[in-house]
C-alpha cells in the first residue's frame, strides 16, 4: 500500500522557477535515498535528483546547478527546486526510491511544462 504522490508541475516559461513536491507513505522514509524522475513523450524515464537518508545530493549533468532536491524526514516530503528552466525540461516529474532494487509503484506524476 505505498503511495508517492506528486505535486506542484505547471506551465512556466523559459527560464522560470517551479517547485515539485513528493509525499511519500507506507515506507520507512528516513532510512531510503529518494529520487525525481522524469519522462518526456517517446522518452525513457530518467533520474535527474537523488538524496541519501543522510542528505547526500547527486544530479544528471542536464540539471546541475539549477535543479536542488532536499528531503523533511519529520514529514515524508521529497522536494525538487527547479531554476532557470528550459522547454527541454518539459516532462512528467516522478519521485520514488532512488535504488532500482527498491523502487515501489509509481505514482502519477506532476506535468512541467516549459514554453513560451
Known amino acids: 500500500q505505498v503511495q508517492l504522490v506528486e505535486s506542484g508541475g505547471g506551465l512556466v516559461k523559459p527560464g522560470g522557477p517551479l517547485r515539485l513536491s513528493c509525499a511519500a507513505s507506507g515506507t520507512i522514509f528516513r532510512f531510503v535515498g529518494m529520487g525525481w524522475y522524469r519522462q518526456a513523450p517517446g522518452k525513457q524515464r530518467e533520474l535527474v535528483a537523488s538524496?541519501?537518508?543522510?542528505?547526500?545530493?547527486n544530479y544528471t549533468d542536464s540539471v546541475k546547478g539549477r535543479f536542488t532536491i532536499s528531503r523533511d524526514n519529520a514529514k515524508n516530503t521529497v522536494t525538487l527546486q527547479m531554476s532557470s528552466l528550459r522547454p527541454e525540461d518539459t516532462a512528467i516529474y516522478y519521485c520514488?526510491?532512488?535504488?532500482?532494487?527498491?523502487?515501489?509503484?509509481w505514482g502519477q506524476g506532476t506535468q512541467v511544462t516549459v514554453s513560451s
Open positions: 520514488n526510491r532512488a535504488t532500482m532494487s527498491a523502487l515501489r509503484p
Open positions: 538524496i541519501t537518508s543522510g542528505g547526500r545530493t
